[in-house]
C-alpha cells in the first residue's frame, strides 16, 4: 500500500482505509482485467476480437513502467 497526496493538501494520507477506497475507485479494474479468463467466454477464432483484448490488457504497462525504474535495471543489465 502506497500513500498519496490529495487534492489541495500537502500531507500524504496515510490511513490504509481511505488508501484502499482510492486504489478500489481508481485502478482497481484496471489491474483486473488481465485476469479476466477470456478464452472460456468467447469464440477464440475471430482475430480482430483476440488484438482488441490484448490491446486492454498492454494498458497495465503504462502502469508498470510508472513503478519501475528502467534506466536503473539497463545500468545494472549493461554492467553483468
Do not use: C, Q
Amino acid at each position: 500500500m502506497t500513500s498519496y497526496v490529495s487534492e489541495g493538501s500537502n500531507k500524504p494520507v496515510k490511513d490504509h482505509a481511505k488508501i484502499a477506497n482510492r486504489y478500489l475507485r481508481e485502478k482497481f479494474f484496471l489491474d483486473l482485467i488481465p485476469w479476466i479468463p477470456v478464452v472460456f467466454f468467447t469464440d477464440t477464432s475471430h482475430e480482430k476480437f483476440w488484438r482488441l483484448f490484448y490491446l486492454i490488457k498492454t494498458v497495465r504497462m503504462t502502469y508498470a513502467l510508472n513503478i519501475v525504474d528502467v534506466p536503473y535495471i539497463m545500468d545494472k543489465i549493461k554492467k553483468y
